[in-house]
């Protein structure tokens, strides 16, 4: 069964620097998402992508964050400077194009990267 | 704006007995698809269910059940006959379309399971 892939699974920086999380999203999928769940809290959505551009971000989502899909499977998230609060499990999800069936509101998610920021 | 509720933030119930976790969204779409999610403590979201909004009738899958009711915005959880494994972080969502599909968690349930 196809599955959405993430790496790394547990990622350490420090304050200040810049982190890329990857994401394989399942290959017919169109949208991608990023989520964040700050340890002991629920999962909040950052960002949606879909044909190449942002669709829709959330407040959590600042010029600290970005999100590129560089080639024909990967779909990165990048934080240019880490903050303390970056600590997080982040969670990639993907879905079929929107509107086409039931199974479009359906998202798939990864596993998960758990980020510490020291 | 949409909203999603879950009252009881942690429930510690004894192996064998029957659990109900909560569950009270908002939305002003008339087509949204309900979900729970069941995190477990190695912190993975495993899907356990999707109700579209068309749909009342309630499910049943083994030990766990669904009961959706549009009348009252809630779509509550039930887990027969629980067992230690069933300890875990649960999170209702709610999914609506609009250009920007996204999902809307609810703050999440820890239920402990002792035995």
């Known amino acids: 069964e196809p599955e959405v892939t993430q790496t790394p699974s547990h990622q350490v920086t420090q304050m200040g620097q810049e982190v890329i999380l990857r994401c394989v999203p399942i290959s017919n999928h169109l949208y991608f998402y990023w989520y964040r769940q700050i340890l002991g809290q629920k999962v909040e959505f950052l960002v949606s992508?879909?044909?190449?551009?942002?669709?829709?971000k959330s407040e959590i989502f600042d010029d600290q964050f970005s999100v590129e899909r560089p080639d024909g499977s990967n779909f990165t998230l990048k934080i240019r400077s880490t903050k303390l609060e970056d600590s997080a499990m982040y969670f990639c999800?993907?879905?079929?194009?929107?509107?086409?069936?039931?199974?479009?509101?359906?998202?798939?998610f990864g596993p998960g990267t758990r980020l510490t920021v020291t | 704006a949409q909203k999603v509720t879950q009252a009881q933030t942690e429930i510690s119930v004894v192996e064998k007995e029957d659990v109900t976790l909560d569950c009270v969204y908002e939305t002003r779409d008339t087509t949204y698809y309900l979900f729970w999610y069941k995190q477990p403590p190695s912190g993975e979201l495993v899907f356990l269910i999707r109700r579209n909004s068309f749909d009342e009738q309630n499910e049943i899958s083994g030990r766990y059940s669904w009961n959706f009711q549009k009348s009252t915005s809630s779509f509550n959880f039930t887990i027969t006959a629980s067992q230690v494994v069933d300890s875990a972080v649960y999170f209702c969502?709610?999914?609506?379309?609009?250009?920007?599909?996204?999902?809307?968690f609810g703050p999440g349930t820890r239920l402990s399971v002792l035995p």
């Open positions: 999800a993907s879905s079929e194009k929107p509107y086409l069936s039931a199974s479009s509101y359906e998202q798939y």
């Open positions: 969502a709610l999914s609506y379309l609009n250009y920007g599909q996204n999902f809307v």
């Open positions: 992508f879909y044909n190449n551009e942002i669709s829709e």
